[in-house]
Nanobody, 118 residues
Framework: VQLQAFGGGLVQARGSLRLSCVAS????????MNWFRQAPGKEREFVAA????????NYADSVKGRFTISRDNAKNTVYLQMNRLKPEDTAIYYC????????????WGQGTLVTVSS
């Protein structure tokens, strides 16, 4: 199983980025897909989740209304559209695949760095 996240970079505050995560080696539609992030010196935190077919999403309060998670099962890809970025959004962003009903992410991507300048 492999999850490859990309799309990070340097962006100014109030700008936008779209992260993508491509999965291989698993039946993608069997998994919830999550995004987490870890800022320098901080613990990893949950950002967003999407159900198997995209019908249900969930967000951390800190990103609600600014970030949108979506998925394309035909492309084995999950996305995170990030708008109105803030310097405090600076972190390494990780995608993860979660077996429904377990509340545990079984597979993780390598992370992509997002840096938001003020």
């Amino acid at each position: 199983v492999q999850l490859q996240a990309f799309g990070g970079g340097l962006v100014q505050a109030r700008g936008s980025l779209r992260l993508s995560c491509v999965a291989s080696g698993l039946r993608f539609s069997n998994y919830y897909m999550n995004w987490f992030r870890q800022a320098p010196g901080k613990e990893r935190e949950f950002v967003a989740a999407v159900s198997r077919y995209g019908g249900t999403t969930n967000y951390a309060d800190s990103v609600k209304g600014r970030f949108t998670i979506s998925r394309d099962n035909a492309k084995n890809t999950v996305y995170l559209q990030m708008n109105r970025l803030k310097p405090e959004d600076t972190a390494i962003y990780y995608c993860a695949a979660e077996t429904p009903g377990t509340s545990r992410s079984d597979y993780w991507g390598q992370g992509t760095l997002v840096t938001v300048s003020s």
